[in-house]
């Protein structure tokens, strides 16, 4: 019996991925693996700059390499009607207009693009190209940056702020967070063939295969149907797969350029600045309580750095909004522009960032009120409505994610002051804090294809990154038909299928769960038709009148009124029966206010003479509604978690201002967790169905599982130690000297 | 990469006589082929030497040989190995991945680059890569780099763990040079410090092999530790290191070894330390008293100075992790 027999029962049930077997054995394919008739390669070339503008660029080099198709720069170019001039540039909102400009915003951004037979040959000759620049002033410090940008009101003021002075206790305090990259483990990359003058396929790695559609039909002026987008199975995105990137254009500009279809990946090197990232952050926060630990109020400020070219505001006051009750409140943000590539959404966007520095001053207080942090938060959770817009919740069970988290680690063995407990060099923590994420819901489509012997393929252009979609909707069509899971296929992740949103914001089964309930109800009323014809008793059923099941068509009536599907196929002269239907928010969300959450606990051991930090456990408790496939669950939760002890410990993109660079490009330079960094992460949930979200009562669950784990470490350190680390990530030099 | 021809060679006669300067040894090639895929190493060809030397672990009269081409997994579970010298499993196991040991060799961990960020970043300046062009590290991000041995030139640290452990067993290298000739160079003579020409790690001669690596029979089988401080808890460069082994007579401490990795551009013996501790009971006091003499002269740069407390903690862990304490 090793790990991997079918018996092995760490949380439970036994839902296998679907896709679960094709992974593990290679046969799935990535973007990067398809195999296509004529296939060449691309290669980018990055600026050795981070400002200016390219003088001269030398590709003669280069194209002595023996196999090079062609280079393409600035100045040699299939030119995109979509960035045909500055104001259409702007309309793109691409972000980098890649070879349509001379300017360089960024080191590392693509001046040229080397073409040839093989992916060997392409690097090779890349690797000789050269490049005059007329230099200009480059800033890529975020902390030095930061203190020219001032801020400006991030929403509305609630109250006065200035009644925060009146507190009895209060903390201020300033926290800073480095940036940090996805990195997925699977390398972003296209491969793109221009079947027509107007027709594209794409093999492409990307959270969204529609939004992959419709950037590019904009950029080429072409039909969005004449686009073909297949990303089936996706290594992981974390984000980074939500924006089209300018390296998937230059790979269909290459395709364009030598009439071959041409495959680009990046290298990795390349994805820690083409694909976005976590951006750094500043923050300081004024928090402040009475004696009986009611919140009076927060004044919460932050800025993230963004690039010089586009504006990206990551929302860090957003989750300020969401969780407590503060009478009173102010949010201010800003932007700090660098010279470096736009980062983007990753896992928590913005809603991790903000929660760290609110969940470690809440902790502060806790102290500082000599009261317990559990009860200091629920003392102040905003569990009737949600705070800013004061609709009333529809679910909101934080409460009880604390209460499960805090029972689960034996919260009641922390000691309430800290360095209470040690181990000889060691000294031991508990820590906790809580986030949540506002659950939201897109309009997407699902199709079912029947089979006479009742088989049935549930589809849908959306992706599965790694999250579970597909084993979540085998769950939720066996759950609506009745039908065995062994005989629901799932296709997903292709253009040709129905349409749904990108997947992301924690919004992906929630917006194709509905889809696969109202196909079904499609099929069982498209079944029901047929079935009329042979049994007056279907005639204006309705679907939930109607049951289904391996092998044939029923009736909720006393006698069921049995027909198979082989008897409707053969007297109605079927082939395949298919439905499509579509399904979104409504009405309910002008009455409801919806949002996810967990409770993170830890405990942990700190060395006080070498400052490392051991993670012993940790407790993850989330409210996502309705559990439909636990084990993708528990998984997207300690994957998250993991996420956070990288976030809370060692990840950090470091950059040099005197060179205008990153500072490193490889996973021996950047860490994020490894195994023995991680305990088994304990996941629970309170797996309660929300009945107003989408139809299967499920919220989303990519998001609360790293917002508020970081907090949770830096809490624990304090209590272990009395050091307040306020800067993440929180390595052991910080640990030694803080 | 630029393209390059590839031989292999059967025995080490045969490889050194295809070597010169545009040709380069590949034993693993964990380290050789990320040089090369960043263009730091261009070889114009390449000699495979895996199946050239010898790959075994052996008792020789003064002690062990471990063969160049053994693979740092092997060396670390072999037998004689773990029941004579147990510091330099630890030390292996202390580094890189299960994979990565798989395929390095004894030698090659020797002759690893330096893990300087802007050594790997062939648009910054670094004397080692390209002397003459400045020290990117010296004023810039310098959290991993030295606080001992440096020059103006380059702060850069020798990354190995492997061979912070030979250098407190006081190991030796034997090298075959181009004549074919043999010599043994002490291991606390075969790294380098930077100086003026940081584009030198070692004294390998130019176009030798490294045939073995020999370690002298040593009392320091029992009291060992390695303790290695890394961002995380595996899979890292070590921020500071420290082999530490210990000869006891009961409590008495007859001699003692003290090597850190990450404090200079070699393998770093703390001689003072040592020498303090002869003699003396092995207890916490002295431990701690015997780091803090390791510590007194490190001169730290604008952002690793919390080396000088890690180390401290390394140190006195180590003693006392020898003592099973
Ligand atoms: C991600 C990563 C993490 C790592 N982490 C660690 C760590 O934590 N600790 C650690 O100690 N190491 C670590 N390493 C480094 C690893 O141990 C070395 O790369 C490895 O030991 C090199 O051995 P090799 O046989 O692969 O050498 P190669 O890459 O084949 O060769 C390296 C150099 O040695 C020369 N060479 C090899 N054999 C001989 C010989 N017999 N005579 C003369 N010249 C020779 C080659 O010409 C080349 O210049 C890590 C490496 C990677 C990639
Ligand atoms: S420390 Fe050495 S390796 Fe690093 S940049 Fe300076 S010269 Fe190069």
Same mark, same amino acid.
């Given at each position: 019996m090793g790990f991997f027999d079918e018996t092995f029962d760490l949380m439970a049930p036994n839902d296998r991925r679907v896709e679960g077997v094709a992974k593990v054995t290679g046969a799935g394919k990535y973007a990067a693996e398809y195999k296509v008739d004529g296939l060449c390669h691309a290669v980018l070339v990055g600026s050795t700059i981070a400002a200016g503008t390219i003088k001269n660029i030398n590709v003669d080099n280069a194209k002595q390499v023996s196999g090079i198709l062609d280079i393409v720069t600035h100045l040699n170019k299939p030119l995109v009607p979509g960035l045909a001039d500055e104001a259409k540039i702007k309309e793109a909102r691409l972000g980098l207009a890649i070879f349509h400009t001379d300017k360089i915003f960024f080191k590392g951004q693509p001046i040229a693009m080397v073409i040839a037979e093989t992916l060997e040959d392409a690097t090779y000759a890349a690797s000789l190209i050269t490049a005059e620049y007329e230099k200009t002033d480059a800033h890529v410090d975020f902390d030095a940056a930061l203190k020219k940008v001032p801020l400006t009101p991030a929403g509305k003021e609630r109250g006065n702020i200035? !009644?925060?002075?009146?507190?009895?206790?209060?903390?201020?305090?300033?926290?800073?967070? #480095?940036?940090?990259?996805?990195?997925? &483990?699977?390398?972003?990359?296209?491969?793109?063939?221009?079947?027509?003058?107007?027709?594209?396929?794409?093999?492409?790695?990307? %959270?969204?295969?529609?939004?992959?559609? *419709?950037?590019?039909?904009?950029?080429?002026?072409?039909?969005?149907?004449?686009?073909?987008?297949?990303?089936?199975?996706?290594?992981?995105?974390?984000?980074?797969?939500? *924006?089209?990137? /300018?390296?998937?254009?230059?790979?269909?500009?290459?395709?364009?350029?030598?009439? *071959?279809? =041409?495959?680009?990946?990046?290298?990795? /090197?390349? &994805?820690?600045?083409? =694909?976005?990232?976590?951006?750094?952050?500043?923050?300081?926060?004024?928090?402040?309580?009475?004696?009986d630990g009611k919140f009076v109020g927060i004044h919460h400020q932050a800025k993230n750095g963004t690039s010089v070219y586009e504006n990206f505001n990551e929302g860090i006051t957003r989750v300020t909004r969401l969780i407590y009750h503060f009478d009173n409140l102010k949010t201010e943000a800003a932007t700090v522009p660098l010279n470096l590539s736009t980062p983007t959404w990753m896992r928590g966007p913005g809603d991790c960032t903000g929660d760290f520095a609110i969940e470690s001053a809440i902790d502060e207080l806790s102290y500082k009120l000599n009261m317990d942090p559990v009860a200091l938060r629920m003392k102040n959770l905003a569990l009737d409505k949600?705070?800013?817009?004061?609709?009333?919740?529809? !679910?909101?069970?934080?409460?009880?994610?604390?209460?499960?988290?805090? %029972?689960?680690?034996?919260?009641?063995?922390?000691? /309430?002051?800290?360095?209470? $407990?040690?181990?000889?060099?060691?000294?031991?923590?508990?820590? &906790?804090?809580?986030?949540?994420?506002?659950?939201?819901?897109?309009?997407?489509?699902?199709?079912?294809?029947?089979?006479?012997?009742?088989?049935?393929?549930?589809?849908?252009? &959306?992706?599965?990154?790694? $999250?579970?979609?597909?084993?979540?909707?085998?769950?939720?069509?066996?759950? %609506? !038909?009745?039908?065995? #899971?062994?005989?629901?296929?799932?296709?997903?992740?292709?253009?040709?299928?129905?349409?749904?949103?990108?997947?992301?914001?924690?919004?992906?089964?929630?917006?194709?769960?509905?889809?696969?309930?109202?196909?079904?109800?499609?099929?069982?009323?498209?079944?029901?038709?047929?079935?009329?014809?042979?049994?007056?008793?279907y005639q204006n059923a309705a679907p939930a009148d109607i049951l289904l099941s391996d092998s044939g068509i029923s009736l909720k009536t006393p006698n069921e009124q049995f027909i198979s599907y082989a008897a409707l196929w053969e007297k109605n002269n079927l082939d395949v029966l298919e439905v499509e239907a579509s399904s979104g928010p409504g009405a309910e969300r002008q009455k409801y206010a919806f949002c996810s959450s967990a409770a993170h606990f830890c405990k942990l051991r700190v060395n006080r003479k070498t400052g490392k930090v051991k993670l012993e456990r940790m407790v993850t408790v989330a409210d996502g509604g309705k559990i439909i496939s636990e084990k993708a669950a528990a998984n997207q939760m300690s994957g998250a978690a993991v996420g956070g002890i990288g976030m809370a410990l060692m990840e950090e993109q470091q950059t040099d201002e005197r060179l205008g660079t990153l500072v490193g490009n490889d996973f021996a330079g950047y860490h994020f967790p490894v195994n023995s960094d991680a305990p088994i992460i304990e996941v629970a949930f309170v797996n309660k169905p929300d009945p107003n979200i989408n139809p299967q009562g499920s919220k989303g669950l990519g998001e609360v599982g790293i917002i508020g784990t970081a907090a949770a470490i830096a809490n624990a350190i304090y209590n272990a130690t009395g050091k307040r680390l306020r800067d993440l990530p929180i390595t052991p030099d910080k640990v030694l000297l803080g | 990469m630029r393209p390059f021809l590839f031989s292999k060679s059967s025995a080490a006669n045969q490889a050194l006589a295809k070597k010169n300067h545009s040709t380069q040894f590949i034993a693993g090639g964990t380290n050789l082929v990320d040089l090369m895929k960043k263009h730091i190493a261009n070889p114009e060809s390449l000699v495979d030497i895996s199946s050239a030397l010898p790959n075994k672990v052996e008792n020789t009269t003064k002690g062990i040989s471990i063969g160049a081409m053994m693979r740092n997994s092997a060396t670390a579970n072999d037998a004689i190995i773990l029941a004579k010298f147990p510091l330099v499993a630890k030390a292996i196991l202390a580094g890189a991945s299960p994979q990565i040991r798989n395929m390095a060799s004894a030698a090659g961990n020797l002759l690893q680059r330096t893990r300087c960020p802007y050594f790997y970043?062939?648009? @910054? +300046?670094?004397?080692?890569?390209? +002397?003459?062009?400045?020290?990117?590290?010296?004023?810039?991000?310098?959290?991993?780099?030295?606080?001992?041995?440096?020059?103006?030139?380059?702060?850069?640290?020798?990354?190995?763990?492997?061979?912070?452990?030979?250098?407190?067993?006081?190991?030796?290298?034997?090298?075959?040079?181009?004549?074919?000739?043999?010599?043994?160079?002490?291991?606390?003579?075969?790294?380098?410090?930077?100086?003026? @020409?940081?584009?030198?790690?070692?004294?390998? +001669?130019?176009?030798?092999?490294?045939?073995?690596?020999?370690?002298?029979?040593?009392?320091?089988?029992?009291?060992?530790?390695?303790?290695?401080?890394?961002?995380?808890?595996?899979?890292?460069?070590?921020?500071?290191?420290?082999?530490?082994?210990?000869?006891?007579?009961?409590?008495?401490?007859?001699?003692?070894?003290?090597?850190?990795?990450?404090?200079?551009?070699?393998?770093?013996?703390?001689?003072?330390?040592?020498?303090?501790?002869?003699?003396?009971?092995?207890?916490?006091?002295?431990?701690?008293?015997?780091?803090?003499?390791?510590?007194?002269?490190?001169? +730290?740069?604008?952002?690793?100075?919390?080396?000088?407390?890690?180390?401290?903690?390394?140190?006195?862990?180590?003693?006392?992790q020898c003592l099973d304490l």
């Open positions: 200035e !009644t925060l002075n009146k507190a009895t206790q209060t903390v201020e305090a300033e926290y800073n967070i #480095k940036a940090e990259v996805h990195n997925p &483990m699977e390398m972003h990359a296209t491969i793109a063939e221009w079947k027509a003058d107007d027709k594209l396929k794409l093999f492409d790695k990307n %959270q969204g295969v529609n939004s992959v559609q *419709r950037t590019f039909a904009k950029l080429f002026n072409i039909p969005t149907d004449n686009i073909e987008v297949i990303s089936e199975f996706v290594g992981g995105g974390f984000g980074s797969g939500l *924006r089209v990137w /300018p390296h998937a254009l230059a790979c269909i500009m290459a395709a364009k350029q030598v009439k *071959r279809p =041409v495959k680009l990946m990046l290298t990795r /090197p390349q &994805m820690f600045y083409s =694909v976005g990232y976590r951006p750094a952050a500043w923050q300081k926060i004024k928090l402040g309580a009475n004696s949600h705070p800013d817009n004061g609709m009333p919740w529809s !679910t909101n069970y934080i409460n009880e994610c604390i209460e499960k988290g805090a %029972q689960m680690i034996g919260w009641k063995d922390r000691k /309430p002051a800290h360095s209470q $407990t040690i181990d000889g060099d060691w000294s031991i923590g508990y820590g &906790m804090a809580v986030g949540a994420w506002n659950a939201g819901r897109g309009n997407a489509s699902a199709g079912i294809q029947m089979q006479k012997d009742g088989a049935i393929i549930v589809q849908t252009a &959306m992706t599965d990154i790694g $999250t579970g979609t597909g084993v979540s909707m085998q769950n939720i069509a066996h759950e %609506q !038909t009745g039908i065995s #899971k062994s005989k629901i296929n799932i296709e997903l992740g292709n253009s040709n299928l129905p349409p749904a949103p990108s997947q992301g914001g924690s919004n992906g089964l929630s917006s194709i769960g509905g889809a696969v309930v109202a196909a079904v109800s499609a099929l069982k009323l498209k079944l029901a038709g047929y079935a009329a014809g042979q049994n007056e008793a | 970043d062939v648009t @910054t +300046p670094c004397n080692k890569r390209q +002397p003459g062009s400045g020290c990117s590290a010296i004023n810039g991000e310098n959290r991993m780099s030295a606080v001992a041995g440096y020059s103006e030139q380059c702060v850069a640290v020798h990354p190995s763990d492997l061979c912070v452990a030979l250098a407190a067993l006081d190991a030796s290298v034997v090298v075959n040079d181009k004549d074919g000739k043999t010599q043994t160079i002490a291991f606390q003579d075969f790294h380098r410090l930077p100086g003026n @020409t940081p584009q030198k790690d070692n004294n390998l +001669p130019a176009n030798a092999l490294i045939r073995a690596i020999e370690i002298a029979a040593n009392p320091f089988a029992k009291n060992n530790a390695y303790v290695k401080l890394r961002d995380r808890d595996s899979y890292a460069f070590a921020l500071v290191s420290v082999a530490a082994a210990l000869h006891l007579n009961g409590d008495k401490i007859v001699e003692a070894r003290l090597a850190s990795g990450g404090v200079a551009h070699k393998p770093w013996r703390w001689l003072a330390a040592e020498k303090y501790l002869k003699g003396k009971t092995a207890n916490i006091a002295n431990f701690e008293a015997a780091a803090n003499i390791a510590i007194k002269d490190l001169k +730290p740069l604008s952002h690793n100075g919390f080396k000088i407390p890690m180390l401290k903690g390394a140190i006195e862990t180590a003693l006392k």
